[in-house]
């Protein structure tokens, strides 16, 4: 039996078209707080989404290889807007703020609630959005709330797994069955996912490999 969602294999032709996209430049173009300040849907789209603390920061950093590129912390919420990037002269890279993060005040944890719902649900030129999955702990309940956000807006969602380097292979194997069973009653989710280490630089290969294969 073929195991359900197994990790994205690319192929050398795919690696070497991921290395090239993200050879191109990046750079940072607005941060948004609000849906009428996103900028042309000119470009493909892709967007990087989790609780806060995950890692979306730096794996955008890793991927592109610009150590500041987006900023990253050890505070959580340190995102507190929709970042975009360009990619080449054909993507936009897109940090979301993070949710599940209990300490912020309300009234600004909700602003940016409603904002990344409605940025998930309505982005037409969002390719794919990657749900960012720290190995350590696995799908939580906000990650199916926003799963389920993703199916019933039919937004095509791939889970990528963070900070592999933090676990050992053992407890990353159980992490990942457990992913794979939440993930498996999600019409939305795409059928392989990717296990990264932003710190060792595992999986970013493959995770720039599918960024370029998206059409
Ligand atoms: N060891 C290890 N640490 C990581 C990895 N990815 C991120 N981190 C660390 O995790 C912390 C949070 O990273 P961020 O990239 O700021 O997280 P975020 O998801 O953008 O957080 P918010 O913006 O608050 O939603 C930082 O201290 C990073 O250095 C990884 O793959 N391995
Ligand atoms: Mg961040």
């Not at 987006?70 to 919420?77: D, H």
């Amino acid at each position: 039996m073929t195991l359900p969602f197994p990790e994205s294999a690319p192929d050398a032709e795919a690696i070497e078209a991921g290395r090239r996209l993200f050879a191109g430049e990046s750079t940072f173009v607005k941060g948004v707080v609000a849906m009428d300040g996103l900028p042309p849907p000119d470009r493909l789209e892709v967007c990087f989404a989790g609780r806060s603390n995950v890692g979306k920061s730096t794996l955008i950093n890793t991927l592109t290889g610009r150590r500041a590129l987006a900023r990253a912390s050890n505070t959580p919420g340190r995102t507190q807007e929709i970042n975009f990037f360009t990619l080449a002269t054909s993507h936009y890279l897109v940090d979301l703020p993070g949710y599940g993060y209990a300490e912020a005040p309300v009234a600004v944890v909700e602003r940016w609630q409603r904002l990344l719902r409605a940025y998930l649900a309505g982005r037409a030129t969002l390719r794919r959005a990657f749900l960012l999955i720290d190995a350590r702990h696995g799908v939580k309940p906000p990650d199916a709330e926003i799963m389920a956000l993703l199916d019933r807006a039919a937004v095509p969602f791939q889970a990528v797994l963070t900070k592999a380097d933090k676990v050992r292979q053992a407890d990353l194997e159980r992490t990942l069955a457990r992913v794979r069973a939440d993930l498996a009653p999600h019409p939305a989710a795409f059928p392989e996912l990717v296990v990264t280490a932003s710190e060792t630089g595992q999986g970013l290969d493959r995770l720039r490999a599918v960024v370029a294969t998206l059409e």
